[in-house]
């Protein structure tokens, strides 16, 4: 799959040099000078990530992002921003901006930030997966050693109650694949399992992102959003690379 990149900056330089950076990515993009005009596009070219200056000539970027979040509640959101208005990005991200960028920037940073944000859209897009679906996608645990049966035997017993579990290993031994079975012998089955890469989740986001937030709960949440816990209600959550979260939100 393709993905489509929507950059909005009113100077018409950074906007080339992303359109040329991303398209050797693969991505394809769409620029637009103006915010009316990004808003525009937003709508007609349903793109899979925005790139969005904060400083707009004709409409403030805050702004665009509101109209642009009303588009479209999930789409990721990256602000641009010069170093003195860092404040004013951070409010961008209490209202849904995935996360944001200060200039000058090198490219290889925004790449990075494209890569985590669109894995987030994806996520987002796969909440709900249902049993059948997360089968196909991890099938089950494989293996006939005495480690192998003493984790299978674990995640049975453990998946008959309804405790907190803490599942730990290197990186690549199958962890997700653990939880997954996990979720596939419990009672909770039936209802989703939402996987969530804390390592992923900029800080300023975490708290909005896990619990969500209430219309008019701060300055410019003009939306109500579902925090992962409760989508994954009578479910499901997996908080992937919780050790990489501040002390302060884990505890």
């Given at each position: 799959?393709t993905?489509k990149?929507?950059?909005?900056?009113?100077?018409e330089?950074?906007c080339?040099?992303?359109?040329?950076a991303?398209?050797q990515?693969?991505?394809?993009?769409?620029?637009?000078t103006?915010g009316l005009?990004?808003i525009?596009?937003?709508?007609?070219?349903?793109p899979?990530?925005?790139?969005l200056?904060?400083?707009?000539p004709?409409?403030?970027g805050?702004e665009?992002l509101?109209?642009?979040?009303?588009?479209?509640?999930?789409?990721?959101v990256i602000?641009?921003?010069a170093?003195?208005?860092?404040?004013?990005?951070?409010?961008?991200m209490?209202?849904?901006?995935?996360?944001y960028i200060?200039?000058?920037?090198?490219?290889?940073e925004?790449?990075l930030q494209?890569?985590?944000?669109?894995?987030l859209?994806?996520?987002?897009?796969q909440?709900n997966l249902?049993?059948?679906?997360?089968?196909n996608?991890?099938?089950?645990?494989v293996?006939q050693?005495?480690?192998i049966?003493e984790?299978?035997?674990l995640?049975?017993?453990?998946?008959k109650?309804?405790?907190?579990?803490l599942i730990?290993?290197?990186s690549?031994?199958?962890k997700?694949v653990a939880?997954?079975?996990?979720?596939?012998?419990?009672?909770?089955a039936?209802?989703?399992?939402i996987?969530?890469?804390?390592?992923?989740?900029?800080?300023q986001?975490l708290?909005?992102?896990?619990?969500g937030h209430e219309?008019?709960?701060?300055?410019?949440?003009?939306?109500?959003?579902?925090?992962?816990?409760e989508?994954a209600?009578?479910?499901?959550?997996?908080?992937?690379?919780?050790?990489e979260?501040?002390i302060?939100m884990?505890?």
């Open positions: 799959m993905h990149i929507l950059v909005i900056d009113d100077e330089k950074m080339w040099a992303l359109e040329r991303l398209s990515e693969g991505y394809q993009v769409v620029t637009a103006r005009q990004g525009e596009l937003a709508k007609k070219t349903e899979s990530l925005v790139i200056d904060l400083k707009m004709d409409i403030g805050i665009v509101k109209q642009i979040k009303e588009i479209n509640s999930n789409l990721p602000m641009i921003t170093h003195g208005s860092i404040d004013t990005a951070i409010e961008a209490k209202i849904g901006a995935t996360d200060t200039k000058p920037f090198k490219l290889e925004i790449k494209i890569t985590k944000a669109l894995h859209f994806n996520s987002e897009n909440l249902t049993q059948q679906e997360l089968g996608k991890y099938g089950k645990i293996g050693c005495d480690a049966k984790v299978a035997l995640i049975r017993q453990v998946a109650t309804g405790a907190t579990v730990t290993g290197e690549g031994t199958g997700e939880a997954v079975e996990i979720h596939k012998a419990s009672n909770r039936d209802r989703p399992f996987a969530v890469n804390c390592a992923a989740l900029p800080e986001l708290e909005s992102e896990l619990f219309r008019g709960a701060f300055t410019g949440a003009t939306t109500k959003k579902k925090g992962r816990f989508i209600d009578k479910g499901t959550i997996l908080l992937d690379e919780i050790g979260m501040p302060s884990q505890a």
